[in-house]
Nanobody
Framework: QVQLVESGGGSVQPGGSLRLSCVAS????????LGWFRQAPGLGREFVAR?????KTTYGASVKDRFTISREGASVYLQMSSLRPEDSAIYYC??????????????????WGQGTRVTVSS
């Protein structure tokens, strides 16, 4: 079992920045890939970013070049810049026991946090 706890959500104006954090705990968490997804009201859960074995990163098309995922031990971070109103959503941290590769589907991640809300509005 892996437990995930997110923090760092909040409200920010368009063009602003925000940093999300997620602390992972549990068995073999060090051998899990960690990722971020988001879900806006009325929409499905969308892949945002993933960091896998060797620090390999993958980003969703809508956030590439604006968001940066990083990992330090059992913690994963999402640095969000140039935020837009369409980035408003609940952001979820997720863990995938398949440590390598590019995996962007919700069904590929076994463990999920409770989410943290991000609102981008003027």
């Amino acid at each position: 079992q892996v437990q995930l706890v997110e923090s760092g959500g909040g409200s920010v104006q368009p063009g602003g920045s925000l940093r999300l954090s997620c602390v992972a705990s549990g068995h073999s968490v060090g051998s899990h890939a960690l990722g971020w997804f988001r879900q806006a009201p009325g929409l499905g859960r969308e892949f945002v970013a993933r960091i896998a074995r060797g620090g390999k990163t993958t980003y969703g098309a809508s956030v590439k070049d604006r968001f940066t995922i990083s990992r330090e031990g059992a913690s994963v971070y999402l640095q969000m810049s140039s935020l837009r109103p369409e980035d408003s959503a609940i952001y979820y941290c997720a863990a995938d026991q398949v440590y390598a590769g590019v995996r962007t589907e919700v069904r590929e991640y076994e463990y999920w946090g409770q989410g943290t809300r991000v609102t981008v509005s003027s």
